[in-house]
């Protein structure tokens, strides 16, 4: 059990967790005027594309039993803000044949990369080495916001 005492501190979205969901909810959000915080277990971002190494950014591209076919975009807002994101840095290959379709490789040092520039650009309020442990809920109608361990001892999130 950690002993130390419990540090409180509210905003008005909390987004649990690092990785292309969460990354992607948090920058709109604070784009949007809120304040956000963003807790992720690991000391970076990107979940399965950065420590699960998946390696791809799939579904962009339409899918097509024409061989000829080039590829044509079909998923754009905060996922194609993001690959451009990567391609600006060096991190990304141009789409690759892929099935039926196409997908595109990515460097996952630079993906965490692109994402805390998007979120530092966005005034996100990151909080690395944070584990959501439970919620903090007013009866069964509303969850008000995280109970986390982290480095500095146990934190709750209190979210508007
Ligand atoms: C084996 C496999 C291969 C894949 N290959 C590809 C691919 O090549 N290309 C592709 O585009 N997609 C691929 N995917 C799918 C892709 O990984 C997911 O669509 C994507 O990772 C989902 O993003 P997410 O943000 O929803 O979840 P995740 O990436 O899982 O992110 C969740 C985040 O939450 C954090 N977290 C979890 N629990 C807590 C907690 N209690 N407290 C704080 N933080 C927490 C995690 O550390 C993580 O950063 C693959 C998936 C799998 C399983």
């Given at each position: 059990m950690d002993v130390r005492s419990r540090s409180r501190i509210s905003t008005d979205v909390v987004v649990a967790g690092g990785g292309?969901?969460?990354?992607?909810?948090?920058?709109?959000?604070?784009?949007?005027?809120?304040?956000?915080?963003?807790?992720?277990?690991?000391?970076?971002?990107?979940?399965?594309?950065?420590?699960?190494?998946s390696g791809t950014v799939c579904g962009l591209y339409e899918a097509t039993d024409n061989r000829q076919a080039r590829?044509?975009?079909?998923?754009?807002?905060?996922?194609?803000?993001?690959?451009?994101?990567?391609?600006?840095?060096?991190?990304?290959?141009?789409?690759?044949?892929?099935?039926?379709t196409w997908t595109r490789v990515h460097d996952p040092l630079v993906w965490r990369e692109a994402a805390d520039a998007l979120l530092r650009d966005a005034g996100v309020e990151v909080i690395y080495h944070a584990t959501v442990t439970?919620?903090?809920?007013?009866?069964?109608?509303?969850?008000e916001g995280v109970a986390l361990w982290t480095k500095q001892g146990p934190l709750e999130v209190r979210a508007g």
């Open positions: 292309a969901a969460g990354v992607a909810a948090a920058v709109t959000a604070a784009r949007a005027g809120l304040r956000v915080t963003l807790v992720e277990r690991y000391g970076f971002c990107g979940g399965g594309a950065v420590a699960g190494l590829p044509r975009q079909v998923v754009f807002g905060f996922a194609d803000e993001f690959v451009r994101a990567l391609d600006v840095r060096g991190g990304l290959t141009a789409p690759l044949p892929y099935g039926k439970g919620v903090l809920s007013e009866g069964e109608e509303r969850i």
